[in-house]
C-alpha cells in the first residue's frame, strides 16, 4: 500500500531555527544542524528548510548552510528562501539540496517556475502556496511571508504551477499555522480535486490523526509539519520528535 511522506519543515530565521504561529509570533527552537542529526536518527522520510526572511531582505538562503545540511543528512532534502534565477537554483542543487521550494517570485512570476522545469526537470521543482483567508471571507494566495495579498484563489494557482510544470505542490494554511489543531482539509480537498500533481500538506498537524484524516479523505501524498516534530505536550516543550515506523502504519489504517 502505498504511504505518504511524512516530513518535517523547518524554518530559519538569523540562522536560527523557529516556530511561528499564524506566520507571527516566533519561538527560538535551536541549532539547525543539530535537529537534522536528530532526524537522521529518527529516520525521517524527508526535510524541508525554508529561509522565512530571505524573500523580504532580498537575498538567497545560505548556501554555506545548504551545504551543511548537504553533508549532514541521510535524506533527501528541500530549501526554500530568496529563490529568483535560474542560478540560484543551480547553486542550491550543488550544495546538495535535491529540490528546491520556491514561493513569493513564482507569484510573481509564474514562468519562471516554466524555466526552471526546463533547466532542472519538474522533480527538482516545489512551489509552496501560502493560503490566507481575506477579511471578507474567502480564501487568497499570499506571499512575502504572509504579508502580502495576491490576485490568486488557491484552486486557480495550483492549476497555474501544474500548467508550468511544477513537480510538487505545498499547500500552506497561514491560519491554521502552529495551532496544532489540524489541517485545513476543506482547502486541501479543494486542490487536489483539480490537479494531478502530488501534494503536500502544511499547516496545523498537531497529531498522528491529523496526518490520517489529510492522507484519508483529501488524497494527499506528504504530510507536513511544523510544530509537531519539534514541541511536545501541551506546554510546548522544545522535543524533535518523529513517528515510530508503527505510528507511521497507523495512519494507513
Sequence with gaps: MFR?????????KNSGLVKSRKFKDYTYIGDPINAVKIFNE????????????????NRLISLDFVQDVGEEANMPFAVGGGIRSIEDIRKIISCGA???VVSSYAAENPNFIKQAVD?????????????????FGGKQVCI?????YTSYNPVEYAKI???????????????????MNGYDIELLKSISAEVSIPIVALGGAGN?????????????????????FVFHGIHRGVLINYPSKEEKLEILN
Design 4 to 12: 505518504p511522506r511524512i516530513i518535517p519543515v523547518l524554518l530559519l
Design 161 to 179: 504551477m501544474e500548467d508550468m510544470g511544477a513537480g510538487e505542490i505545498i499547500i500552506q494554511s497561514v491560519d491554521n499555522d502552529g495551532e
Design 98 to 100: 535535491e529540490k528546491v
Design 144 to 148: 512575502l511571508n504572509g504579508s502580502k
Design 42 to 57: 529518527l529516520k525521517a522520510d524527508e526535510l524541508v528548510f525554508l529561509d522565512i526572511t530571505a524573500s523580504r531582505e
Design 208 to 228: 498522528l490523526n491529523h496526518l490520517k484524516t489529510a492522507f484519508k479523505q483529501a488524497n494527499i501524498t506528504g504530510l507536513a509539519a511544523g510544530s509537531m
Design 119 to 135: 533547466h532542472f526537470g519538474s522533480s527538482t521543482i516545489v512551489v509552496c502556496i501560502d493560503v490566507k483567508k481575506k477579511f
